[in-house]
T-cell receptor
Framework: KAGVTQTPRYLIKTRGQQVTLSCSPI?????VSWYQQTPGQGLQFLFEYFSETQRNKGNFPGRFSGRQFSNSRSEMNVSTLELGDSALYLCASSSVTGPVGAFFGQGTRLTVV | DAKTTQPTSMDCAEGRAANLPCNHS???????VYWYRQIHSQGPQYIIH???NNETNEMASLIITEDRKSSTLILPHATLRDTAVYYCIVRGDNNAGNMLTFGGGTRLMVKP
C-alpha cells in the first residue's frame, strides 16, 4: 500500500506570497490532518478534514486554511506568508474505523524569505 | 485529551532494551495511549497503541500499568536506527477526530 504523499517536498517563498501544499492519503483513509513543526513550537495541529469537512481546528490564524476533495486528497493554503511560517508541514492520514494510528507523510519544508 | 510527561532525553546501548517511560496520570477511561517516533527531518512514525492491556508488535512492546497512569515503551534490542524522538500521546477513540497533541517527547540516543 502506498504511503502518504506530500508535494512539493521543498518550497521557498517570499513574504506576502501565498502557498498551497498537497497531501494524498493512504488509499481508503478518509481522515487527513495537517501539522506544523518548528524548532521553537514543536509539532502543532493545524486542522483535520474528514469527508470533505473540517472536523477539528487548531489555534492558528485564518491565513491557514485547507480543504479536502471527494477522493480524500487534501490541500492546505497559507496566505500572506510571514517569516514565522517557515516550518515543516506534515500531513497525516487515518482510517476512521476504530482507534488506529495516524500515518504521516515526509512533509513539505517551507522557507519564507 | 490527557497530558503526558516524558523525560527529555535518554541514552541506550546498542543491542540492549530501551525502556521509555510516560506518565499520564489524568488519563480517562476511554483514552488510549499512542506512541510515535520521529527520526530527524522525517515525518513521525506510528509505533503502537493500547488501552489497558499490554501490546506487542514487530516494532515494540507497550506496557500499561494497572491504574493506567503510566506506560513504558520497550524496544527490545535497540539499534542505531532507533535513535529518534519518541512521543507518548493520550487521546480518545477517533470518533471525535484524529487530532494528536504532541509534547516535547523523549530524545533517545542509541550508542554503539
Amino acid at each position: 500500500k502506498a504511503g502518504v504523499t506530500q508535494t512539493p517536498r521543498y518550497l521557498i517563498k517570499t513574504r506576502g506570497q501565498q502557498v498551497t501544499l498537497s497531501c494524498s492519503p493512504i488509499s481508503g483513509h478518509r481522515s487527513v490532518s495537517w501539522y506544523q513543526q518548528t524548532p521553537g513550537q514543536g509539532l502543532q495541529f493545524l486542522f483535520e478534514y474528514f469527508s470533505e469537512t473540517q472536523r477539528n481546528k487548531g489555534n492558528f490564524p485564518g491565513r491557514f486554511s485547507g480543504r479536502q476533495f471527494s477522493n480524500s486528497r487534501s490541500e492546505m493554503n497559507v496566505s500572506t506568508l510571514e517569516l514565522g511560517d517557515s516550518a515543516l508541514y506534515l500531513c497525516a492520514s487515518s482510517s476512521v474505523t476504530g482507534p488506529v494510528g495516524a500515518f504521516f507523510g515526509q512533509g513539505t519544508r517551507l522557507t519564507v524569505v | 485529551d490527557a497530558k503526558t510527561t516524558q523525560p527529555t532525553s535518554m541514552d541506550c546501548a546498542e543491542g540492549r532494551a530501551a525502556n521509555l517511560p510516560c506518565n499520564h496520570s489524568t488519563i480517562s477511561g476511554n483514552e488510549y495511549v499512542y506512541w510515535y517516533r520521529q527520526i530527524h527531518s522525517q515525518g513521525p512514525q506510528y509505533i503502537i497503541h493500547g488501552l489497558k492491556n499490554n501490546e506487542t508488535n514487530e516494532m515494540a512492546s507497550l506496557i500499561i500499568t494497572e491504574d493506567r497512569k503510566s506506560s513504558t515503551l520497550i524496544l527490545p534490542h535497540a539499534t542505531l536506527r532507533d535513535t529518534a524522538v519518541y512521543y507518548c500521546i493520550v487521546r480518545g477513540d477517533n470518533n471525535a477526530g484524529n487530532m494528536l497533541t504532541f509534547g516535547g517527547g523523549t530524545r533517545l540516543m542509541v550508542k554503539p
